[in-house]
């Protein structure tokens, strides 16, 4: 009798517990005020294992596929067609995150590109309806859902008549889905510039330029479904219009060449949010979180990348603050037009694994036409 009685304790703790944690997955991201700065957040990752390498200090200096995710500015420096991929996991496998991009230049002063990022935990255990109308716990009736972000991104890239300075814009459609509970749509601008002088680059991308808009709708079943799960919680409607508000990165580069075969590429990138937050320097203005990165190359064959960022006053349980901060590492292979890279992050210590793997590659479809 006591065993019995063990096993329905346990079950309807476990019950609760998956139940407590599908409903604050649901609820508490949109159940907040309208204006956000955390929103679409899977935005602010990153692609391109070669620039995560470096920390995502690469808005002055990038200039390949991939700056139509970093600042499409440096568009303009595409020779030819070129396509990207990129995958990672991250919380320990829970997240998946796919990107894949195609950009080309239209003349000698202009370039676009489309580009797609899915950020999704998958296979997510719905157990709504796990109890019965008899109070009966019947596992068949689990379910599984997926709740997946999509980010649809279309770049344009300029030259402008100053020698040197080019400029890009994003405008960027977002979808995101929470199983058949909730869904989005939204849409925003981000603006981008590139200046060279020499051997010193500079860039600014504002992302978000005019806020990207979200606008949500429910299923108005499913929402009985999570209300009826714990009696008096959950029970308002969450907010279904949300305002991503801007943020800025600024940054400075300059490559150095040693007997022609050796090349430093080293920048620092400031990133900034208007919000006071746990950022290295925070105010009531704007936080702002440095980052450094550099990359060292051979011959334009090999490479050895590293970065260091995101720095944050972290609070500790004991009241004090604590300085934290995003190593990063990376390696990569060029060859005959096809670029594969490697590089494992540090994710801020979001999760119980502190690091993820982060493998891209990107192909010149120029090497088919020779």
Not at 79 to 87: G, K, P, R
Not at 173 to 190: M, N, T, V
Request: with cysteine; hydrophobic share 40%; net charge negative.
């Amino acid at each position: 009798m006591l065993i019995i009685l063990h096993r329905k304790n346990h079950l309807k703790f476990k019950y609760y517990f998956l139940t407590i944690l599908l409903s604050i997955f649901l609820i508490t991201p949109l159940n907040a005020q309208t204006n956000r700065n955390y929103s679409n957040e899977f935005m602010n990752i990153g692609v391109d294992a070669a620039s995560l390498g470096m920390g995502g200090a690469v808005v002055a200096s990038t200039k390949d596929i991939n700056s139509g995710y970093w600042n499409p500015a440096g568009l303009v420096n595409l020779q030819d067609s070129a396509v990207a991929l990129m995958y990672s996991n991250y919380f320990a496998n829970i997240a998946n995150y796919n990107y894949i991009a195609f950009a080309m230049p239209l003349d000698n002063r202009t370039a676009i590109g489309i580009s797609m990022i899915r950020f999704g935990v998958d296979d997510i255990l719905d157990t709504t309806k796990l109890i019965d109308q008899q109070g009966n716990i019947n596992y068949d009736r689990i379910n599984l859902f997926s709740a997946a972000d999509y980010g649809f991104t279309f770049s344009y890239a300029r030259k402008l008549p100053i020698s040197g300075l080019n400029y890009g814009v994003n405008a960027k459609i977002i979808r995101r889905i929470i199983g058949d509970f909730a869904s989005s749509w939204g849409f925003g601008l981000d603006l981008g510039i590139q200046f060279k002088s020499k051997n010193w680059e500079f860039g600014i991308m504002t992302r978000d330029i005019t806020t990207t808009f979200n606008s949500w709708t429910f299923d108005d079943d499913r929402l009985q479904d999570i209300q009826n799960a714990i009696p008096g919680e959950n029970q308002e409607e969450p907010e279904p219009n949300e305002i991503t508000l801007p943020k800025l990165q600024i940054g400075a580069a300059k490559t150095f060449v040693f007997d022609y075969d050796y090349t430093l590429k080293t920048e620092i990138d400031l990133i900034c949010r208007f919000e006071q937050n746990n950022d290295l320097i925070s105010t009531s203005l704007v936080s702002i979180s440095p980052a450094f990165g550099f990359e060292f190359g051979y011959v334009d064959l090999l490479y050895l990348r590293g970065g260091i960022g995101n720095f944050q006053n972290e609070l500790q349980l004991d009241s004090s603050k604590s300085l934290t901060f995003q190593p990063n590492l990376g390696i990569g292979f060029s060859y005959e037009g096809i670029s594969v890279d490697y590089a494992i992050t540090d994710i801020g210590d979001q999760s119980v694994a502190l690091y993820s793997n982060i493998f891209s590659i990107e192909i010149d479809l120029g090497i088919f036409r020779k």
